[in-house]
T-cell receptor, first 116, second 114 residues
Framework: DQQVKQNSPSLSVQEGRISILNCDYTNSMFDYFLWYKKYPAEGPTFLIS?????DKNEDGRFTVFLNKSAKHLSLHIVPSQPGDSAVYFC???????????????FGKGTLLTVNP | DAGVIQSPRHEVTEMGQEVTLRCKPISGHDYLFWYRQTMMRGLELLIYFNNNVPIDDSGMPEDRFSAKMPNASFSTLKIQPSEPRDSAVYFC????????????FGNGTRLTVT
């Protein structure tokens, strides 16, 4: 049973336009969300994160939005660049009152292609 | 900072053979994670360590899999005996103790079991 779902396996956009990657989750105990980017033959690299107490976090061209009531988050990339072409993973961490749970649950990823 | 270092990058072995994957975490990181990536299941956590102690191994698929962390700078994931369904990319990742510290991944080991 997938707790973190990325329903679009792939997305193609034109350079300069907005890329919107979506992620849905089912576990209401998730309290922290992250996006990772992965190039071929490399490991995932951290991109941006958001705590469940916020609804938006911005870092340069990247913005993550969180809608807790809908259990949905999205990553916006504006403007998109060819170098952004990669697989994007959504990940979530479950709240642990003891502060000791560092397990991340990942979605299956969305392949973003930005065309010049 | 050399990042998380995994070896080998590629491993091809025959069914029934023992496979050992190796990982050197970032110096100073006290959490270490082993993940497996497949097309069907995506990225799934196998086991993680804190200060060299295994904390949660509930993701380890079966007894054929074992992981050790003999010291703060080295960990191994062993599969014995290996099976074709173990073919996947295995990632090691490490992080600081801070609650929201992101994971830093190695470049993975692509395992093919024939």
């Amino acid at each position: 049973d997938q707790q973190v779902k990325q329903n679009s396996p792939s997305l193609s956009v034109q350079e300069g336009r907005i890329s919107i990657l979506n992620c849905d989750y089912t576990n209401s105990m998730f309290d922290y969300f992250l996006w990772y980017k992965k190039y071929p033959a490399e490991g995932p690299t951290f991109l941006i994160s958001i705590s469940s107490i916020k609804d938006k976090n911005e870092d340069g061209r990247f913005t993550v939005f969180l809608n807790k009531s809908a259990k949905h988050l999205s990553l916006h990339i504006v403007p998109s660049q060819p170098g952004d072409s990669a697989v994007y993973f959504c990940a979530a961490r479950e709240y642990d009152s003891g502060g000791s749970n560092y397990k991340l649950t990942f979605g299956k990823g969305t392949l973003l292609t930005v065309n010049p | 900072d050399a990042g998380v270092i995994q070896s080998p990058r590629h491993e091809v072995t025959e069914m029934g053979q023992e496979v050992t994957l190796r990982c050197k975490p970032i110096s100073g990181h006290d959490y270490l994670f082993w993940y497996r990536q497949t097309m069907m299941r995506g990225l799934e956590l196998l086991i993680y360590f804190n200060n060299n102690v295994p904390i949660d191994d509930s993701g380890m698929p079966e007894d054929r899999f074992s992981a050790k962390m003999p010291n703060a700078s080295f960990s191994t994931l062993k599969i014995q005996p290996s099976e074709p369904r173990d073919s996947a990319v295995y990632f090691c990742a490490s992080s600081f103790w801070q609650n929201n510290s992101p994971l830093h991944f190695g470049n993975g080991t692509r395992l093919t079991v024939t």
